[in-house]
């Protein structure tokens, strides 16, 4: 973890945002009344995901005198994941920390996170416990979603849609993001090795605006777990994947043509084996199987271009705020 040490910040706090200009000015005298507390050389990045409010205006103002308070402003709406990805990439922090913009994080639950950080956790995920969001359309998804999550990742947590959660960057700083795959990062960061714990977390009704992220992403999200199960298990052997459907097709094929060869030879020889449906089954199954394994091999070529150059972003950003900055004054 020498990698580590070389970063100019022990905290970077992270919060994409979209259209919450009336939540803005809250949610950063909150954070910064925080850090100021905990006296460790901290960074802010706001991650401007194409707001068409004056929000970036108002964080433009805070930034004239907190030379800790970094903007990332996208072109377009990218979405949440973009946003979270833009924010890893551009921190400098040991230690990273995710909450929303809304006010429905608590910023106070921050030294609460550290301290289990220092128990030598690697990943600390917060649990709204008592959340303040309706049932049917914020809730019951969110409990379907964690119980599918945690049963196809190996990775349990409670709450994997609270985005207060504390990071040992060392486990992100190599990981990309994709789709709506930001909620996933615990299982990915357990993939590389992180030892990963959840806390309660205060939550707070949301006062202001609605929702930007919600429950429309549900179909994105079921679809983004299977592309993080084969990550996790096959993204670099996906030949082990394929090529294993592949023989078992195979030895489905040969099973049946076996079946229909026993029943002519022994119970009706009069019968023409090409005619046999069965027959024409196996041959279909046959070369489902020769495909699979090719898909395999076309995969494990693609896996190695993938590792092997380097990828492109999912986003574009339009402009940056603060970064020429010298040193932390927090």
């Not at 504390?166 to 990309?176: E, I, P, T």
Request: glycine share 8%.
């Amino acid at each position: 973890m020498e990698a580590i040490l070389e970063k100019k910040y022990v905290l970077s706090i992270l919060i994409p945002f979209y259209n919450e200009e009336e939540n803005l000015e809250e949610n950063y005298l909150n954070i910064r009344g925080v850090l100021n507390a905990l006296k460790k050389p901290s960074e802010i990045i706001y991650v401007n995901d194409g707001s068409t409010d004056k929000g970036l205006d108002v964080l433009k103002g805070f930034a004239q005198n907190d030379p800790d308070l970094k903007i990332i402003s996208f072109s377009r709406n990218f979405g949440q994941t973009a946003a979270m990805e833009a924010a890893f990439k551009q921190a400098d922090g040991q230690i990273y920390i995710t909450l929303d913009a809304d006010n429905q994080n608590d910023p106070a639950d921050i030294p609460r996170l550290l301290v289990k950080m220092e128990e030598g956790f690697d990943v600390v995920s917060g649990w709204r416990k008592k959340r303040k969001d309706g049932f049917f359309f914020r809730r019951l998804p969110s409990i379907i979603a964690n119980y599918l999550i945690s049963r196809v990742t190996g990775v349990a947590l409670k709450d994997y849609g609270c985005t207060l959660k504390a990071y040992n960057s060392y486990y992100l700083d190599q990981v990309h993001l994709y789709g709506e795959m930001h909620r996933f990062i615990p299982a990915y960061a357990k993939y590389a090795g992180a030892k990963i714990t959840e806390i309660p977390v205060g939550h707070h009704p949301r006062k202001k605006g609605t929702s930007k992220y919600g429950i429309g992403r549900t179909f994105k999200v079921l679809l983004d777990l299977i592309t993080v199960k084969f990550l996790g298990d096959y993204a670099t052997k996906p030949l082990y994947y394929f090529g294993g459907l592949g023989a078992f097709f195979c030895l489905v094929s040969v099973a049946i043509a076996s079946y229909v060869f026993y029943q002519k030879y022994f119970f009706e020889p009069s019968i023409m084996v090409h005619k046999n449906p069965l027959f024409i089954i196996s041959l279909f199954i046959f070369m489902t199987s020769v495909v699979l394994i090719m898909m395999g091999l076309l995969a494990e070529l693609l896996m190695r271009t993938y590792h092997e150059s380097q990828g492109k972003k999912p986003y574009r950003i339009k402009e940056r705020i603060g970064f020429n900055k010298t040193g932390p004054t927090s």
